[in-house]
């Protein structure tokens, strides 16, 4: 619990530094049709944070995505990714790391929604 909560606090302080720093970060998702995982890289810019990673679908199958988070109002951080064939994931989650999964259609309307549980992060910190 102790290295979650240091990871987490790591994770938002580097959020106004401009230092070079990538997260590896899984969440596990309950309550979607069909995803069951997000795992992204996180690499943390000035402003932004560039995502690259996988969801995992609940058939084993993986698909690559790719997008940018931010800071949001409540002070947790919105992550936007392109799942494919038009559809966008949007990851919240708060300061404790947990929050929400949803996965809207390619005209904008929510098509599924779940809750996103922090399963583990890794912090990679380069010189």
């Not at 809207?104 to 779940?114: S, V």
């Amino acid at each position: 619990m102790k290295k979650l909560l240091l990871a987490s606090c790591m994770f938002f302080y580097s959020l106004t530094a401009n230092a070079s720093v990538e997260y590896s970060a899984t969440w596990k998702i309950s309550g979607t049709a069909l995803i069951t995982q997000i795992k992204l890289d996180l690499d943390v810019g000035y402003e932004f944070i560039a995502a690259h990673g996988v969801i995992l679908y609940n058939n084993g199958v993986f698909v690559p995505v790719t997008g940018t988070c931010f800071v949001n109002l409540q002070g947790g951080v919105q992550c936007n990714v392109l799942i494919g064939l038009g559809r966008t994931g949007i990851l919240e989650i708060g300061p404790n790391l947990n929050g929400e999964f949803r996965v809207l259609n390619n005209t904008g309307f929510i098509e599924d929604r779940g809750t996103a549980l922090i399963f583990n992060v890794i912090v990679n910190s380069e010189g």
